[in-house]
């Protein structure tokens, strides 16, 4: 039953106060704060990515028009622009950093039996990849990337089981992304799907050597022997699934083991890939199929790039970037958490366009998404009286 809360309120439901208070405490953010907190911050910048605000003008603008339905959405007064700006810039950024970690966990054992992932696979898989974020050399002089550019990179790890980040790294658009696999904690078991640009087998066969597998792309130059040949069933695309040894005098010293080429066809593209692999136990279909999986990390940074505030930032420093970057992420697994605890069939898309235009309206969330059909209906009234009796 609802009892007069807002969608703003209902949506910040679902997140914890003693999980994110623990976070706050353990950098002290709260210390000599008399007014706005983290929390309030936090709600402030969720509320700026559910509506999807330009500027801190533009929400300054739209709490004082909406100031009368704010106190009862957890947000206690309207905050002034200046406010908002010093909290981004003061405020440590790792608070929302830790307290998205709180909802990946959450977010995780919600869509741990997520049906739309390959059957023949029980590891966990995830993908990796970097989205690149251009800003203004002149505005962001600390983000190095080209002579005359910047720009900010944000790594992750991505679960394939429900397209929910696990880590997230963000960097100066100058680092290469190879260099996020030492930052990695390999988890025994594992699968890391990832792009030819990772390949470094010293990398790789740390992977190996803590017990996780990798999926990725051979390189064109990749010089090997082959040891044994596997049959193959070409109808299905496969083309090769080989046994080999890295032959070069560096590659053979970085990865002394055997590693599985996998050569598949794509007819739909027309496109032949050469993938490998240091798992041998699941099919060469499989290992080609898992590739096409990393697709999701690409759909995920299209998404929030597209339908969060992350490619225009309301600050200029590192710290008010990563902080509206960590509260982007937070706002999209608050989204993906309801979604699930609620039994919504609405894509994240759908909900967060819902979201963006009911905030502050007085309904229950299952409410929002329940299809009515409208009929037009004759009203008989009985007080008005009838000249002719039929």
């Known amino acids: 039953m609802n009892q007069g809360k807002t969608v703003f309120a209902q949506i910040m439901s679902h997140i914890s106060n003693y999980e994110f208070d623990k976070c706050v405490a353990r950098y002290k953010g709260n210390f000599k704060v008399q007014s706005f907190t983290c929390l309030e911050h936090f709600y402030v910048m969720c509320f700026a990515q559910f509506t999807y605000r330009e500027s801190l003008r533009d929400i300054e603008a739209c709490l004082t028009a909406l100031s009368n339905k704010l106190y009862h959405s957890g947000i206690k007064n309207v ?24 909802l990946i966990k959450e ?16 590891n966990m898989a995830y993908a990796l990849d970097s989205s690149t974020i251009d800003l203004c050399l002149s505005i962001f002089p600390w983000a190095k990337f080209r002579k005359k550019k910047a720009a900010i990179k944000m790594h992750t790890l991505l679960d394939l089981r429900g397209s929910i980040p696990t880590f997230i790294e963000i960097t100066e658009g100058l680092l290469h992304d190879v260099n996020i696999l030492d930052k990695i904690l390999i988890e025994p078991g594992a699968i890391y799907v990832m792009d030819k640009g990772y390949v470094d087998f010293e990398r790789l066969y740390k992977i190996t050597d803590n017990k996780g597998f990798f999926v990725t792309r051979a390189k064109d130059n990749m010089a090997f022997r082959r040891v044994y040949s596997s049959k193959v069933d070409k109808t299905t695309g496969l083309k090769c699934d080989q046994k080999i040894k890295l032959t070069g005098y560096k590659s053979k010293k970085n990865y002394p083991e055997y590693l599985r080429r996998v050569k598949y066809h794509d007819n739909l593209t027309g496109i032949t890939y050469e993938f490998l692999t240091n798992n041998f136990i699941l099919s060469a279909f499989v290992i080609a199929q898992l590739y096409k999986e990393r697709w999701k990390i690409e759909l995920f940074f299209k998404w929030i790039k597209q339908h969060l505030r992350i490619k225009v930032f309301y600050g200029t420093t590192y710290n008010a970037v990563c902080c509206q970057i960590w509260i982007a992420i937070c706002a999209y697994l608050i989204v993906a958490i309801i979604k ?7 894509n994240l898309y759908t909900l967060l366009q819902i979201f963006s235009l009911s905030l502050f309206e007085k ?8 299809k009515q059909e409208y009929k037009n ?6 007080n008005q009286l009838t000249i002719f009796d039929l």
């Open 340 to 346: 699930k605890r609620l039994n919504l069939e609405q």
């Open 363 to 370: 309904t229950p969330i299952n409410e929002l998404f329940i």
């Open 79 to 102: 905050v002034p622009k200046s406010t908002l700006a010093e909290a981004n810039e003061k405020r440590n950024w790792q608070i929302y950093a830790d307290f998205a970690q709180v």
């Open 377 to 382: 209906q004759t009203i008989q009234d009985y």
């Open 107 to 122: 977010a995780r054992l919600l869509y741990k039996t997520d049906n739309d992932f390959l059957q023949e696979v029980d």
